[in-house]
């Protein structure tokens, strides 16, 4: 079983920054690719970002691209997702995944394990 925490979630005005991070503690190994999620009010919950195992490999959802930067410390267990130039449309829950496997993918079912989510909220 493996645990993820995410914290770093807040209230930003636009055009501001965060950095999210996802702790990964228990059963918790290197060979996990991670990824971050968001799900805004009534909204279905949509890709953000994507990290391979290594590091090696990343993949960000269009709209956030040029603008979010993912990352991980393996020696941490933790992954970052650093996001510049915040919009109000930016404002979500965001949570952080893990899949066994070393691949980073963008589908929710992908993964099997989740964090409770942060909030990240912009305000114009």
């Known amino acids: 079983q493996v645990q993820l925490v995410e914290s770093g979630g807040g209230l930003v005005q636009a055009g501001g920054s965060l950095r999210l991070s996802c702790a990964g503690s228990?059963?918790?190994?290197?060979?996990?690719?991670m990824g971050w999620f968001r799900q805004a009010p009534g909204k279905e919950r949509e890709f953000v970002a994507a990290?391979?195992?290594?590091?090696?490999?990343?993949y960000l959802a269009d709209s956030v691209k040029g603008r979010f930067t993912i990352s991980r410390d393996t020696t941490k267990n933790t992954v970052y997702l650093q996001m510049n130039s915040l919009r109000p449309e930016d404002t979500a829950v965001y949570y952080c995944?893990?899949?066994?496997?070393?691949?980073?993918?963008?589908?929710?079912?992908?993964?099997?394990?989740w964090g409770q989510g942060t909030q990240v909220t912009v305000s114009s």
């Open positions: 990290i391979s195992w290594n590091g090696g490999s990343t």
């Open positions: 995944a893990a899949r066994q496997g070393g691949a980073a993918r963008t589908e929710e079912y992908e993964y099997t394990y």
């Open positions: 228990g059963r918790t190994s290197s060979y996990y690719a």
